[in-house]
């Protein structure tokens, strides 16, 4: 009877594994493929008053790279179902805590981009918005030593935060 009872639970816990069954799509993006089919991402200029040389690249292309890898878009160079331009604003550094000395221990690394989106299905959906992100530092720590691997930091949060407003309709 205890045996029966093992093969019982186990055929009802077997079949409770196998009829439920969730699928998340992770992406995020809520694209109809049957009217979107292309997009145009310009180059990013870089106008902040303080410049960082490679940023201007390094933004236009992991912006170009998110589209691709997370969408069925093709990329081209004009006249895309959706159309993504704009510039740098803003590449602006802030003392923060300031310790007892009244020397600042941390200083605050702010990447200002301005974007302007259309989407020719749905013009509705057009906007110009402005999106910002920052990482903190310490501030005995030269700019030039930290840059590199903060502005990928900041690159990869304001490209996530595009993609979400243009195409996952968060």
């Given at each position: 009877?205890?045996k029966?009872?093992k093969?019982?639970?186990?055929c009802?816990i077997g079949?409770?594994?196998?009829?439920?069954s969730i699928?998340y799509?992770?992406?995020?993006?809520?694209?109809?493929?049957t009217?979107?089919k292309?997009?145009t991402?310009?180059d990013?200029?870089n106008?902040a008053?303080?410049?960082?040389?490679?940023l201007?690249?390094?933004f236009?292309?992991?912006l170009?790279?998110?589209y691709?890898?997370?969408?069925?878009?093709?990329?081209?160079?004009?006249?895309?179902d959706l159309?993504?331009?704009?510039e740098?604003?803003?590449?602006d550094l802030?003392p923060?805590?300031v310790k007892?000395?009244?020397?600042?221990?941390?200083?605050?690394?702010t990447?200002?981009?301005?974007?302007r989106?259309s989407n020719r299905?749905?013009?509705?959906e057009?906007?110009?918005q402005?999106?910002?992100a920052?990482?903190?530092?310490?501030?005995?720590?030269?700019?030039?030593q930290?840059?590199?691997d903060?502005?990928?930091?900041?690159?990869d949060?304001?490209?996530?935060?595009?993609y979400?407003?243009?195409?996952?309709?968060?």
């Amino acid at each position: 009877m205890l045996k029966n009872n093992k093969i019982w639970l186990f055929c009802l816990i077997g079949l409770i594994v196998t009829a439920c069954s969730i699928s998340y799509k992770f992406n995020g993006a809520s694209i109809d493929y049957t009217k979107v089919k292309t997009i145009t991402i310009k180059d990013f200029p870089n106008q902040a008053p303080l410049v960082y040389p490679p940023l201007s690249q390094k933004f236009t292309e992991a912006l170009k790279d998110i589209y691709i890898r997370q969408t069925r878009l093709q990329l081209v160079n004009s006249n895309g179902d959706l159309d993504l331009e704009g510039e740098i604003t803003g590449y602006d550094l802030t003392p923060m805590a300031v310790k007892e000395d009244a020397y600042a221990s941390q200083t605050k690394l702010t990447i200002t981009v301005r974007v302007r989106y259309s989407n020719r299905v749905n013009p509705d959906e057009d906007f110009e918005q402005s999106f910002s992100a920052y990482r903190e530092f310490d501030a005995t720590q030269m700019l030039q030593q930290v840059q590199d691997d903060l502005s990928a930091q900041i690159i990869d949060e304001l490209v996530d935060q595009i993609y979400n407003a243009t195409v996952a309709n968060w």
